[in-house]
């Protein structure tokens, strides 16, 4: 028995071995773009969690917007893991940026790689100044990329800028005067025993698998639908925090209405959402979010006063808020740097001053109109009847003194005399055992203020 457990044990542990050890595919095909960023990110980070024994980027884009491309290569020189790039079967303009960024190139045997010159929206040529200042960037950019992953940097200027000539030796590879692209024969060609860019040509995945000697299983991971909804969840990410914040508020306030809670679990849920699905935010975020929900709830309705859950909540909240913003790569250190945390920072910043302003003009006259007498008295009714018959405000004036008897946020219940009602503050939250005085009656509607 002892030895049968042993074996399934084995079994259960090679095969998570293989499973963590397989190749991860990353399927780069279209426009190169923001979105495609997203992705890639995403996959990387998917890639590094499984252990994945290399990383191959299935590419066939003609190219696309330039900074996305510099976004791609930075994210590939984070990568633990080694990188290979398959051209199948094209990798053009922004493309070939990012098929220097890994450390083996493969083509196909029909393919091409090349022509990064920056050009406008649309394929039009930049003005003269701005040409020239992108090229010199975009040139110095390939070429230290190139060097860092062993390819030719003086191939990888002359993708970018025409007038770079390529001689290796006395060969003159590359005359300047265009662009430098190269077919599958050609960037394998030896010159002094080493091919000019590519490692090989392969007809399919599984070739350039072999040829790069790894023989275990592959994970694809394919792009999901919302990488370009993420994009706009993490550019607009104050907004959603805005909006969640207000919303959390308004929920307290007007305790019982669900409208603002609702709004506010919404938000959170797309911001958590869209910055998971950009590669940013990880499950255990989302804990630490409900767990610090779960402390200030438990703090504003089981036991007040008691602060301390409280504020660890609001620190879990806050704290699990600005780890989602986090670009974080398993390369990095547990702690975020400064220049890591930049952005986040900014991000909940601009969120909570928002929110601050948002949240005086709401106290100041949202109490004052229909709609949120309307909200509140009707949450503050649904929860049943006061104790003293339905006809009790009929018999408390203006002026009336009486104690409350639950929170008052700012709806709750209070008791005059021997009735016990619903009432509704201005907007102030009051807490049990204060004392009241009636400030008017509306019908059904008690507002009551704290006595002095």
């Not at 066939?60 to 491309?69: F, I, K, R």
Request: charged share 15%.
């Amino acid at each position: 028995m002892r030895s049968l457990l042993s074996l399934a044990c084995f079994l259960v542990a090679a095969a998570a071995f293989a499973a963590d050890s397989a190749v991860v595919i990353i399927p780069l095909h279209g426009v190169v773009s923001e979105a495609q960023f997203f992705f890639l990110r995403r996959a990387l980070k998917e890639a590094e969690s499984r252990h994945a024994g290399a990383v191959v980027l299935d590419m066939d884009t003609y190219g696309g917007e330039l900074q996305a491309a510099e976004e791609m290569s930075d994210a590939l020189a984070k990568a633990a893991m080694p990188t290979i790039a398959y051209i199948d079967t094209n990798a053009g303009s922004a493309g070939a940026i990012i098929a220097l960024s890994t450390k083996r190139i493969y083509m196909a045997p029909v393919s091409a790689i090349g022509a990064a010159a920056p050009v406008a929206g649309g394929g039009a040529e930049l003005p003269p100044t701005i040409s020239e200042k992108s090229v010199s960037y975009f040139s110095g950019y390939s070429r230290s990329m190139a060097e860092k992953n062993g390819h030719n940097p003086e191939v990888a200027e002359a993708f970018i800028n025409k007038d770079k000539e390529v001689k290796i030796g006395g060969a003159v590879i590359h005359p300047k005067g265009a662009v430098l692209t190269l077919g599958a024969q050609e960037a394998v060609k030896l010159y002094d025993g080493k091919p000019l860019l590519a490692a090989g040509i392969a007809d399919s995945l599984d070739d350039v698998l072999k040829m790069a000697g790894y023989s275990k299983a592959r994970v694809t991971i394919e792009p999901a639908g919302f990488e370009r909804l993420a994009f706009w969840v993490t550019e607009l990410a104050p907004i959603f925090l805005l909006i969640g914040i207000v919303g959390a508020y308004l929920e307290v306030k007007m305790h019982g209405t669900l409208i603002p809670g609702i709004i506010a679990a919404f938000a959170f849920l797309i911001f958590f959402t869209g910055h998971y699905v950009a590669g940013l935010a990880g499950w255990e975020t989302v804990v630490c979010f409900i767990i610090g929900l779960a402390l200030v709830i438990g703090e504003l309705f089981l036991h007040p006063g008691t602060i301390l859950p409280g504020l660890a909540g609001i620190l879990l909240i806050i704290g699990s808020l600005l780890w989602a913003m986090v670009d974080r790569y398993p390369v990095d250190p547990l702690v975020p740097s400064g220049h890591m945390l930049a952005v986040p920072l900014r991000n909940m910043t601009i969120a909570i001053a928002a929110s601050a302003a948002v949240i005086f003009i709401l106290g100041k006259y949202l109490p004052r109109t229909f709609l949120y007498r309307r909200l509140v008295l009707g949450a503050a009714n649904s929860r049943g009847p006061s104790f003293s018959g339905p006809d009790a405000p009929s018999r408390i004036a203006p002026g009336a003194e009486g104690v409350a008897r639950t929170i008052l946020r700012p709806s709750g219940k209070a008791e005059f005399g021997d009735k016990l009602v619903d009432v509704i503050t201005q907007g102030e939250f009051i807490t049990p055992n204060t004392p009241l005085h009636v400030l008017t009656v509306e019908g059904s509607r008690i507002v009551v203020e704290q006595r002095k």
